[in-house]
C-alpha cells in the first residue's frame, strides 16, 4: 500500500491551504503581530516585517512543505529519509522540543482568548467602556491564577483530544468551516476602527515609516515574527507538507498560505492602531495586554458590540486551537511514527508536558510576583518563539541549499507544478540570501538584544 494512504493525505489542495493557513493564521497574527509592532516603532516594523515574510519566510515555507511532501514523514523521519545516518535529524529533534514550550505559553494567551469570550457573554463589557476599564479587567484577569490556569488547561485538554482523533478528522473540518466567519468579522472591526475620530494619528504610526529608526531589534524581531507567524523552523509544515498529494502545486499552495497569513495580521494592525490613537490610555508598546486591552474598546463603538465582542473572542479561541494543534501535531507525529506510540498515547503525554511547562508563563503576567518581575513568558517566547525557530529555519535552508540539494528539492517541486518559474529565485534564496539574513541576526544577538 502507498505510504500516502497509510498515514491519510488531504482531501484536496484546498484543504491542504486550509489547513496550512489555519496553523498560520492565529494568535501570531492577531496578538503577537501588534504587539512586536507596537513595540518596535510601527511602520517600519510593517515594512520589514513584509519583506522578511517575502523573501524569507516564502522560501523556508516552500522549503519546508517540499522536505515533507518528499520524505511523506515528521521532521525526525524526514531527515532521517533523505541523509540517513546523519546528524541532521537533530533539526527534527529541536522543532519537537520547540514545539512543545511554542505551545507551553501560547495555549496561555489562548485560554485568555477564550476567557474574554465568556467574559463577553457574562457582560463584563457592557456599557460605556475605557482604558481604565479595559486595564482593570485585564490585570483582574491575568493576575488570578486559578482562573487562568483553569482556561490554559481547558485549551491543552481540547487540543489533546483533537490529535488524539488523527488529522482527517482533527484538522480539516475545524479549519475548514470557520476561517471565512473570523476573516468577514476582522474586516468589520477595521473598517469600524479606522472610522472612529482620531483614527489618522494611528494609522500614520501603522503605516509611515521612519526609516532612521531602522535597528538590528527590528530586523531580528521581524524575521521572528515571519517565522513564527508562517509556522516555520520547527517542522509544522514538514508534516503538514508530508500529506499533500503529489499532484498538487507546491508553489502556488505556498504563496496562498503566505498571503492569507499576511493578510490577517496586516488587518488586525488596522484594527489595534486607529483604536489605540483614537482613545487614549494605552501605549502602542503595551506587551502581551495590548490587544486584551485595545479590543473591547472598538467593540464597544460597534452597534451589538457584546454579540461581536463575543463572537470575535470565539472565532479567535478556534483560530488559536488551529495552531496549538499544529504545535502539537509535531511531537505527536514523532512519536507516532518513529517509537510506534498510539495517538492517543502521545497526545496524553506530550500535552501533560506542555501543561506543566506552561505553568510559570501562566503564573507570570500578575499571579506570582517573581514569574512577573522577570517577565517569564516574554523570555520563553523571544528564546523559543523567535531564536529557536531562526536556528531551525537556518538549517532548513542549509539542508535544501547544500545537503540534500535544490536540485533535488526542485525535482519535488515539478511534480505538481513542472514549469516553476520562480526556481532561480528560489534556490538563490534559499542557498544565500535566507541563511546569511538569518545567521548575521543570530551572530549579532547579544549586541542586538544589548
Ligand atoms: N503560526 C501560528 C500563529 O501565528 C503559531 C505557530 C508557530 C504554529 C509555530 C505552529 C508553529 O499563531
Do not use: H
Amino acid at each position: 500500500m502507498a505510504p500516502e494512504r497509510e498515514r491519510g493525505v488531504w482531501g484536496s489542495k484546498i484543504a491542504f491551504i486550509l489547513a496550512a493557513s489555519g496553523s498560520a493564521i492565529g494568535l501570531g497574527n492577531i496578538w503577537r503581530f501588534p504587539m512586536i509592532t507596537g513595540k518596535s516603532g510601527g511602520a517600519i516594523f510593517v515594512f520589514i516585517y513584509i519583506l522578511a515574510v517575502v523573501l524569507i519566510g516564502f522560501t523556508v515555507l516552500l522549503g519546508e512543505i517540499t522536505i515533507g511532501r518528499f520524505s511523506q514523514k515528521n521532521p525526525v523521519g524526514a531527515f532521517k529519509f533523505i541523509k540517513p545516518g546523519t546528524k541532521w535529524s537533530l533539526v527534527g529533534y529541536l522543532g519537537v522540543l520547540t514545539g512543545i514550550f511554542i505551545l507551553s505559553y501560547y495555549a496561555v494567551i489562548a485560554g485568555w482568548t477564550l476567557g474574554y469570550f465568556v467574559k463577553f457573554l457574562t457582560g463584563s463589557f457592557r456599557g460605556e467602556i475605557t482604558t481604565d476599564i479595559t486595564n482593570r479587567i485585564f490585570s483582574q484577569f491575568t493576575s488570578s491564577p486559578i482562573t487562568v490556569l483553569i482556561y490554559f488547561f481547558v485549551i491543552i485538554g481540547i487540543t489533546t483530544y483533537i490529535i488524539s482523533r488523527g488529522v482527517k478528522g482533527g484538522i480539516e473540518r475545524w479549519s475548514k468551516i470557520l476561517m471565512p466567519v473570523l476573516f468577514i468579522l476582522i474586516i468589520l472591526l477595521a473598517i469600524r476602527a479606522i472610522t472612529l475620530p482620531g483614527a489618522e494619528k494611528g494609522l500614520l504610526f501603522y503605516l509611515k515609516p521612519d526609516f532612521s529608526k531602522l535597528s538590528g531589534k527590528i530586523l531580528l524581531f521581524a524575521i521572528g515574527q515571519a517565522f513564527f507567524s508562517l509556522s516555520l523552523g520547527m517542522g509544522t509544515m514538514i508534516t503538514y507538507g508530508s500529506y499533500i498529494s503529489k499532484r498538487d502545486n507546491l508553489v502556488t499552495s505556498a504563496g496562498w498560505v503566505a498571503f492569507s497569513d499576511t493578510l490577517i495580521a496586516l488587518l488586525a494592525g488596522f484594527i489595534i492602531f486607529p483604536t489605540l490613537f483614537a482613545i487614549p490610555g494605552i501605549s502602542p508598546g503595551e506587551g502581551a495586554g495590548l490587544v486584551f486591552k485595545v479590543l473591547p474598546l472598538v467593540f464597544s463603538k460597534l452597534p451589538g458590540g457584546i454579540i461581536f465582542g463575543a463572537l470575535f473572542f470565539l472565532l479567535l479561541t478556534i483560530a488559536a486551537l488551529t495552531s496549538t494543534i499544529s504545535l502539537l501535531e509535531v511531537p505527536v507525529a514523532y512519536l507516532v511514527d518513529e517509537k510506534n506510540w498510539t495517538r492517543t498515547q502521545a497526545a496524553s503525554l506530550t500535552g501533560l508536558i506542555t501543561f506543566l511547562l506552561g505553568i510559570p508563563s501562566a503564573l507570570s503576567t500578575g499571579a506570582n510576583s517573581f514569574l512577573t518581575k522577570i517577565n517569564f513568558l516574554g523570555w520563553i517566547d523571544f528564546l523559543f518563539g523567535n531564536i529557536s525557530l531562526a536556528i531551525g529555519a537556518l538549517f532548513i535552508c542549509i539542508f535544501i541549499g547544500w545537503i540534500w540539494g535544490v536540485k533535488n528539492a526542485s525535482k519535488e517541486v515539478e511534480k505538481g507544478n513542472p514549469q516553476f518559474k520562480i526556481k532561480k529565485l528560489w534556490a538563490f534564496s534559499v542557498r544565500f540570501l535566507s541563511p546569511i539574513a538569518v545567521l548575521i541576526i543570530l551572530i549579532f544577538i547579544k549586541t542586538i538584544v544589548g
